[in-house]
């Protein structure tokens, strides 16, 4: 486990989103020239290339060249230099932001842009041609997406950090560059028109993703003030959710993993639990025979009040299952590869942050999975359980590059599967008739948002007193296409609910999307069979192969402390501190697919 802040966090979301980006550009660039290669639009591009080439002139053929040669490797990286210089230069200080969001743009762009075509071999129109022609496929145009990521930054830039009416005029003619070197393209007979819309697409999904990740301004959890209400004295009694008052301190057991905390990190936990009046604190480490420490005794002991785990997923799993149905409550200090159960539960991804909101906060009931199989001992989860793909891929992502890419890692281990064979299998749904189907993986969730906002299971929230289920199996290019579309769709950040209600859930029945892809279904009891052994995971950790999944919900079986109700508002909280005697119920938001 790595910790996951800081820089550190903005590089292990870009290379998720890009690695996002790159596959979804693939499965682009092999629809274009494998399934829509004789279908209309498409059909009319070869014509439209020999109309060019049959009326060319002097002057078109000058105008044409001076744009191709701005949008060339060595033009753009020639004005790209020479722009961040300029952003570093100009009083009264550097633009250390601005000059890395346009220079990565550049750069990511044309990695993106390489690995394509590596996957997507696409032959230049047949006509006679302007320029060299690099041995590259023709898919996407490399010249209109690095013009875009140039000429289309230096807009954002003007627009967003410029004062002045002028500024609409300059981001006006910055972006035009782009469809003109487009044109210019297919004037010279280099590329396709839909060659030029990749090469368009490729660089505008850049800017999106370079610009959330260095443009986006700090989060809530890196400007977070002080708690209020605490001081070093002690923090102030927070009723529970379930109606009992709770006092400032007490006993706390802290779980520790050593490498996802390190020393420095150890010590602020342990400093930021005395401010809040926990100067009883017993620590204990997890090992590999060991993976929650001493807990367990220290909960059989008596008197523990609070638990805090410093770790991943894995470590919080393991804590859950033990602290479960106990009425002890968990606090998280998020220091893992993923943090799914944190970043689901609108956790800062700082570690100290995080937990200095949640002993500020008061405590949330939230639901947890009860797995078992063949061969699997009866556990307990937080996160997800699943089998197929994404087990293949949490069991063969490399240790080395978890360590140093972090959740990236995983993306690497997955691209390695996209070719595994798919899983028969049957579901049966509280105890209804077995549904059989054919899939490349089964993912049954407690949460449903992964790494950098991608919902995999929109419906889910973790006090629904339910399970949601999702079976992706996308079929050919154009499966993979519709899968990586829809869930593409959804990596956003869906605005706080304005009022806590009380919590409503109406499943339904399944739902199919992205044509057939991905299918939904929710359930307090999933059983699960296979046709043959699968590997299987729960929260990011690999089990044994088996034939069988079985999960059970228990509803509001971990009492977390946490800053505001699962999907609440920060006013949640609040209410919490002040309020003696009212019960605050899990917010009420039931995602649409």
């Not at 596959?23 to 279908?39: E, K």
């Not at 999975?369 to 307990?380: A, I, K, S």
């Not at 390695?416 to 490349?440: C, E, K, N, Y």
């Not at 059970?552 to 505001?564: F, I, S």
Request: proline share 7%; charged share 20%.
């Amino acid at each position: 486990m790595t910790t996951e802040n800081g820089g550190a966090a903005r590089r292990s979301r870009l290379v998720w989103l890009l690695a996002g980006q790159a596959i979804l550009m693939v499965l682009l660039g092999l629809w274009v020239t494998r399934v829509a290669v004789g279908l209309w639009p498409l059909t009319l591009e070869d014509r439209l290339s020999q109309d060019f080439a049959a009326h060319r002139s002097p002057v078109g053929n000058g105008v044409t060249a001076g744009l191709s040669l701005a949008a060339s490797t060595e033009g753009i990286i020639a004005v790209t230099l020479l722009c961040v210089a300029v952003l570093l230069a100009l009083p009264p200080a550097p633009r250390w932001a601005e000059a890395v969001f346009l220079g990565v743009s550049v750069a990511v762009q044309s990695a993106v842009f390489l690995v394509v075509t590596f996957f997507v071999e696409r032959p230049r129109p047949d006509v006679p041609q302007l320029d060299g022609a690099p041995p590259t496929s023709s898919f996407p145009s490399g010249h209109v997406g690095a013009s875009v990521a140039l000429y289309g930054g230096l807009a954002a830039l003007v627009l967003h950090r410029a004062r002045g009416p002028w500024r609409y005029l300059a981001a006006g003619v910055l972006l035009l560059v782009p469809p003109a070197v487009g044109l210019s393209r297919v004037y010279r007979g280099m590329h396709h028109p839909s060659d030029v819309l990749g090469g368009l697409l490729n660089g505008v999904a850049t800017l999106l993703v370079v610009g959330s990740v260095f443009l986006s301004g700090r989060g809530a959890a890196d400007d977070a003030p002080a708690p209020q209400g605490t001081s070093d004295g002690g923090a102030s009694p927070v009723p529970a959710q379930d109606g009992r008052s709770r006092r400032a301190g007490g006993r706390v057991v802290v779980v520790r993993h050593p490498h996802g905390c390190p020393d420095e990190l150890a010590a602020e936990v342990r400093a930021r639990l005395h401010r809040h009046g926990f100067t009883d604190q017993r620590w204990t480490s997890t090992t590999v025979d060991r993976p929650g420490g001493r807990l367990a005794e220290e909960c059989a002991a008596g008197g523990v009040d609070l638990v805090v785990v410093c770790g991943g997923d894995g470590t919080v799993r393991v804590c859950a299952d033990a602290v479960a149905g106990t009425g002890i409550p968990l606090a998280l200090v998020p220091c893992g590869t993923g943090n799914l159960l944190a970043r689901n539960l609108d956790l800062p991804s700082d570690p100290a942050t995080a937990l200095d909101e949640a002993l500020a906060g008061g405590d949330f009931r939230i639901d947890v999975g009860r797995v078992e199989g063949d061969g699997l001992r009866p556990t307990r989860f937080t996160v997800m359980a699943g089998a197929g793909f994404d087990a293949a891929t949490v069991r063969d992502a490399s240790p080395v590059l978890k360590a140093h890419l972090g959740w990236a890692a995983y993306g690497l281990s997955a691209a390695r599967h996209l070719r595994d064979p798919r899983m028969r299998l049957s579901l049966r749904l509280d105890g209804g008739r077995r549904i059989r189907r054919r899939a490349r993986m089964v993912v049954i969730g407690n949460v449903g948002a992964l790494q950098a906002g991608l919902e995999l299971l929109p419906r889910a929230r973790p006090d629904s007193g339910r399970m949601e289920v999702v079976l992706f199996d996308p079929r050919g290019a154009a499966g993979w296409l519709a899968a990586a579309a829809h869930l593409a769709a959804r990596i956003v950040r869906r605005p706080a609910p304005t009022t806590v209600q009380a919590q409503t859930h109406a499943p339904g029945g399944p739902v199919s999307v992205a044509a057939g892809s991905l299918e939904y279904f929710s359930a307090a009891r999933i059983e699960v069979r296979f046709a043959r052994a699968e590997g299987r995971e729960v929260d990011g950790d690999t089990m044994s192969e088996g034939t069988r999944l079985t999960v059970d919900t228990e509803p509001g079986a971990l009492r977390m402390r946490l800053p505001r109700a699962p999907g609440g508002t920060p006013s949640t909280a609040r209410t919490a501190r002040t309020s003696s005697t009212a019960r605050t119920a899990p917010a009420a938001r039931t995602a649409q697919l």
